[in-house]
Antibody
Framework: QVQLVQSGAEVKKPGASVMVSCKAS????????IHWVRQAPGQGLEWMGW????????TYEPRFQGRITMTRDTSITTVYLDLSRLKSDDTAVYFC??????????????WGQGTMVTVSS | QSALTQPPSLSAAPGQKVIISCSGS????????VSWYQHLPGTAPKLLIY???KRPSGIPDRFSASKSGTSATLGITGLQTGDEAYYYC??????????FGGGTKLTVL
C-alpha cells in the first residue's frame, strides 16, 4: 500500500535551518510529484511547492523563494524539505503529499503523517 | 489571506445536510478542477473529491460536490458525528501553484 512516512518533530532556534524527510513506498516513486504543505497553529493549509522525483525538478511558492530547497534521493525513495532562516511564524506541522495522477496540478491522494516544527528561542 | 474563500464555520444536526461554499477567481477555480479535503486535527488530510465532483474509492456518496464558474460547493448529507472536521477546498492557480481555501470547521451537534 502507498505510504509516506515523515521524520520526527524538530525544535529550532530563529535563524536556523530544518530538514524534514518523507520516505515513499508502495508505488513507483518516480511517477508522482511530491508536494509539501504546512499548517501553522490555528491556520489553514498552505502549499509550499513540489518536487518531481524523476528529474529533481522543483517549483516553489514565491513567498518561500530563497529559503526553501526540495531534494530527493531515488535510491532510498525519499524526498527532503529544507527550510532556512527560520522565523517564529514557520512554526507549523509540515506534510508531504503525493499527487493523484502524475500531474503537478492534480490533487493530493496520499499524505505523510505530518512533522511538527517548532521555532522558538 | 487565502486565495479561496470559505465560511469559517458551519454547524448542523446529525442526519441533516450541509453545504460548504468555496469562492475563487478566473485564475484558479474558473480555469481548473476543484478538490475537497477533510482534515481532523492531528491527522493527515483526506481527499474527498477531485476533478470538481468525483469521489476517490472508499468515499461514501453522502459526499458530493459541484462547480459553477468561479465557485464550488461541497455537500454532505446524512451528517454523522464522525463528519465533524475541517473541510478545505483546493485548486490550481496559474503562476501560484496549488491554493487552498481557509478551511471550514464543521460542527455536528
Amino acid at each position: 500500500q502507498v505510504q509516506l512516512v515523515q521524520s520526527g518533530a524538530e525544535v529550532k532556534k530563529p535563524g536556523a535551518s530544518v530538514m524534514v524527510s518523507c520516505k515513499a513506498s508502495g508505488y513507483s516513486f518516480t511517477s508522482h510529484y511530491i508536494h509539501w504543505v504546512r499548517q501553522a497553529p490555528g491556520q489553514g493549509l498552505e502549499w509550499m511547492g513540489w518536487i518531481h522525483p524523476s528529474s529533481g525538478g522543483t517549483t516553489y511558492e514565491p513567498r518561500f523563494q530563497g529559503r526553501i530547497t526540495m531534494t530527493r534521493d531515488t535510491s532510498i525513495t525519499t524526498v527532503y524539505l529544507d527550510l532556512s532562516r527560520l522565523k517564529s511564524d514557520d512554526t507549523a506541522v509540515y506534510f508531504c503529499a503525493r499527487d493523484f495522477d502524475g500531474s503537478s496540478s492534480s490533487p493530493f491522494d496520499y499524505w505523510g503523517q505530518g512533522t511538527m516544527v517548532t521555532v522558538s528561542s | 489571506q487565502s486565495a479561496l474563500t470559505q465560511p469559517p464555520s458551519l454547524s448542523a444536526a446529525p442526519g441533516q445536510k450541509v453545504i460548504i461554499s468555496c469562492s475563487g477567481s478566473s485564475s484558479n477555480i474558473g480555469s481548473n478542477y476543484v478538490s475537497w479535503y477533510q482534515h481532523l486535527p492531528g491527522t493527515a488530510p483526506k481527499l474527498l473529491i477531485y476533478d470538481n465532483n468525483k469521489r476517490p474509492s472508499g468515499i461514501p456518496d453522502r459526499f458530493s460536490a459541484s462547480k459553477s464558474g468561479t465557485s464550488a460547493t461541497l455537500g454532505i448529507t446524512g451528517l454523522q458525528t464522525g463528519d465533524e472536521a475541517y473541510y478545505y477546498c483546493g485548486t490550481y492557480h496559474s503562476n501560484l501553484g496549488t491554493v487552498f481555501g481557509g478551511g471550514t470547521k464543521l460542527t455536528v451537534l
